[in-house]
């Protein structure tokens, strides 16, 4: 619901459990004024404090910039007294820098609308709010919009900078969104990591100044996230307080928490203002991506559950929320760029015997491709390698009963490519030097129209070639050179922020044309698993390492926004090609539940034993992918603190079936067994855990009981059916 009071010009934003409140000032300004548990009244204009202290303007003109420095703006400007940077500065064409944002107007609507050439979130039973905010001395209008998910607790934000003078200007940073936090937040909560070893959780303590997570390469990277949570102190997974805020975007971001004299926490979230300027022409928009922002009251769980939930409904395509993805075999770790038609057929054939339903070509299958050096923008079919071109190696593996699925890297070229020897001047490159090279290749220059729609159409000829029911789309090299041929000069710091609109243009091109078609993005692993390329791909690639262990890490870190059905998690070779860990096999499965199932190795060559274990292991992941795509999840315990065992639930939205995962990777000697307290069951249901019956209520607060494991790197998947679905 979005209420505006005209009296107290209080407008309140209320989701399920939760008020957003902001108010205009006299002199008209617009402070956010609170942000917590749901309040029942407007009356609130007291919290902005403009009576309390002597600096408001219309009081005391002679402190201005006092007040700014102070008022909690809710789009805080600079260059014109808030000397905490603020969201936004827009160079005139003087060159000077500094702006003054006052109300304009505002209009609340039933709906949403959707940004242009940027995916937001879907609108469903949402109430908008537009708040334009306007400088008239600049000629710039700033509009901040507002959307309701009630039943999620979550809100939605974007701006969209306007020019309305007569003459160009330049935004030089353009931040989505700030919270202004008076409540006692005291810890911050994000995700930081590496190549295979991606989006490993970080708690930390707020103190005075700043703390900043961000990236620059382009892409959000393996080593940051484009997400954060503040937390009450002591708050934990069940209790407590999350102010929470995750980008839609999949380029350079920035996230800053900032603690001020006044014991104030201000975050902020949006695009890298590093190397990004935008010239705006007179009567032109610019939109800054979207922000999902929630406060969770009852712990980090909460907070996970509401972003599960949002993402399935408003993020993901819809085609792909429920409907089950296939469980694949990728050859990538199996061969490498050493295969040919034959070897993938050889592959399938011995998978769909096992149950497996999809065959996925990796890397390697065009050009002159047979290592990471060579043929990137080549899309043609490597005829020494499927010998008899795609459709006959599709037809072949859906004569099997399979699908076929294939990988591509469309923003990159080698420079030992005919695409490069006729198109140098399609990179990314610093006029006058020469281009940094990065795995061998460089990165196509997607300012350029030209470039885009080459590349669009090449896939869409391979696609409408064959059978092709699955798309990997991979992106293995960070932006180096935020320089365009394409450009003018005073257009260079748009160069990175183009990038990932043209990206989004053509996987909206692309899922359009082919609405059917599964896509998993991918970046060297996870380097780009965000809300953004969720929007077009149901299911992203987590991490190159699919060791078990690191995988516990990799997946907690993930799941704490992600909903499990939006991660690739394949069953790999022991020992481990990245880490040489030596694992279970029975384990590996366990841990690969926890998404979209699937083998990443050699289905002929692995042993007789294991190969026997597979059907079954299908077989556990069919009977829960419902469950684990649509029901809650709940962390129990983790590896990465206590060092010894991990532990979550998925519970069905009905509270009727569950599983409990519990994976033991060091072993203990002489401890009583593992007592697990669940969560989410219905405390008056009964429930058959291993064939005894117990109360919800038992099994929550007494605890289950486990029976014990021997030995390390040990799983165990336990189902959990209540009488009312046995009976
Ligand atoms: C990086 C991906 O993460 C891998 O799964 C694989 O597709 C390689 N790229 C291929 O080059």
Not at 285 to 290: G, K, L
Not at 350 to 369: C, K, N, P, T, Y
Not at 601 to 612: F, G, H, P, Q, Y
Request: charged share 25%; net charge negative.
């Amino acid at each position: 619901m979005v209420i505006y009071d005209k009296s107290r010009k209080v407008f309140k934003l209320d989701t399920a459990n939760t008020s957003y409140v902001m108010g205009v000032t006299e002199e008209g300004y617009l402070g956010n004024i609170y942000y917590g548990k749901k309040v029942d009244t407007t009356d609130l204009v007291y919290a902005m404090r403009t009576d309390e202290h002597p600096f408001t303007p219309s009081k005391m003109p002679g402190e201005k910039i006092s007040f700014m420095d102070r008022f909690p703006m809710e789009y805080p400007f600079e260059g014109t007294g808030d000397s905490h940077g603020g969201c936004i500065s827009i160079k005139d064409s003087k060159g000077q820098e500094g702006l003054e944002l006052k109300v304009k107007s505002h209009n609340i609507y039933a709906g949403k609308k959707g940004l242009k050439g940027m995916p937001s979130a879907r609108g469903g039973n949402t109430m908008s709010l537009d708040i334009v905010l306007s400088d008239e001395a600049l000629g710039a209008e700033a509009v901040l919009s507002y959307s309701v998910y009630e039943e999620c607790d979550i809100i939605t934000r974007s701006v969209k900078i306007v020019n309305i003078s007569d003459t160009s200007f330049y935004i030089t940073k353009v931040l989505s969104a700030c919270l202004n936090l008076e409540t006692e937040v005291s810890d911050i909560l994000s995700l930081h990591g590496a190549w295979a070893r991606e989006r490993h959780i970080q708690r930390s303590k707020i103190s005075y100044g700043s703390y900043i997570t961000e990236s620059s390469r382009g892409e959000p990277g393996h080593q940051e996230h484009p997400f954060i949570a503040l937390l009450s102190e002591n708050c934990n997974r069940e209790t407590g307080s999350v102010y929470a805020m995750n980008l839609v975007y999949s380029g350079n971001f920035t996230v800053k928490v900032q603690k001020d004299q006044f014991d104030r926490t201000r975050v902020y979230i949006g695009i890298n203002p590093e190397r990004f300027c935008w010239k705006l022409g007179s009567g032109e928009e610019f939109e800054a991506p979207e922000v999902i922002i929630q406060y969770a009251c009852e712990g980090i769980n909460s907070m996970t559950r509401n972003f599960h939930d949002f993402f399935r409904q408003y993020i993901l395509p819809p085609e792909w929320v429920v409907a089950e993805r296939p469980v694949l075999v990728n050859n990538w770790e199996a061969t490498y760029f050493d295969f040919d038609d034959d070897k993938l057929v050889q592959i399938a054939e011995e998978a769909s015997g096992l149950g497996i339903e999809m065959l996925v070509m990796d890397d390697g299958w065009f050009g002159h491709r047979n290592s990471d050096n060579s043929s990137l923008g080549d899309w043609y079919a490597n005829r020494e390698k499927i010998k008899g071109g795609l459709k006959d190696l599709a037809d072949r593996i859906n004569a099997l009963g399979m699908k076929f699925g294939i990988w591509f890297e469309p923003e990159m070229v080698s420079p030992d490519s005919d695409l490069f020897r006729e198109h140098p001047d399609w990179i990314l490159a610093l006029d006058g030097r020469e281009a940094g090279l990065c795995r061998t290749q460089y990165v196509l220059d997607f300012s350029n129209p030209d470039v885009v729609d080459y590349i669009y159409g090449r896939l869409y000829e391979i696609l409408k070639s064959a059978n092709i029911e699955y798309v990997k789309w991979d992106m293995n090299r960070p932006i180096a050179e935020a320089a365009s041929l394409s450009l003018p000069p005073d257009r260079q710091g748009e160069v990175m922020h183009r990038h990932v609109l043209a990206l989004y243009r053509l996987q909206e091109r692309l899922v359009t044309d082919f609405p059917h078609l599964l896509l998993e993005n991918c970046s060297s692993g996870g380097a780009r698993f965000d809300a953004g390329m969720l929007y077009y791909s149901p299911q992203i690639w987590c991490s190159d390492n699919a060791d078990p262990v690191e995988r516990l890490m990799v997946q907690e870190g993930t799941h704490l926004v992600y909903p499990l059905s939006t991660t690739g998690t394949h069953v790999a070779d022991s020992p481990n090609h990245v880490n040489g860990r030596v694992t279970p096999f029975s384990t590996r499965a366990d841990i690969a539940l926890a998404g979209t199932f699937g083998y990443e190795l050699d289905v002929t060559r692995i042993s007789e034993e294991e190969r026997a274990m597979i059907p079954a292991q299908i077989e556990k992941y069919k009977k829960y992918r419902h469950l684990i795509q649509t029901g809650d999840y709940y962390r129990i315990a983790s590896f990465s603190e206590n060092n010894r065992y991990d532990s979550y639930m998925v519970v069905s939205k009905d509270q009727n079936k569950a599983i409990l995962v519990y994976v033991q990777v060091v072993t203990d000697s002489n401890v009583l067994t593992k007592k697990l307290k669940l969560y989410g069951l219905c405390p008056g249901r009964k429930y058959i855990v291993d064939g005894a019956e117990y109360l919800g209520s038992t099994l929550m607060n007494a605890g289950y009981i486990l029976k014990p494991l021997r030995g390390d790197f040990q799983s165990v998947v336990i189902e959990i059916n209540s009488t009312c679905t046995t009976a």
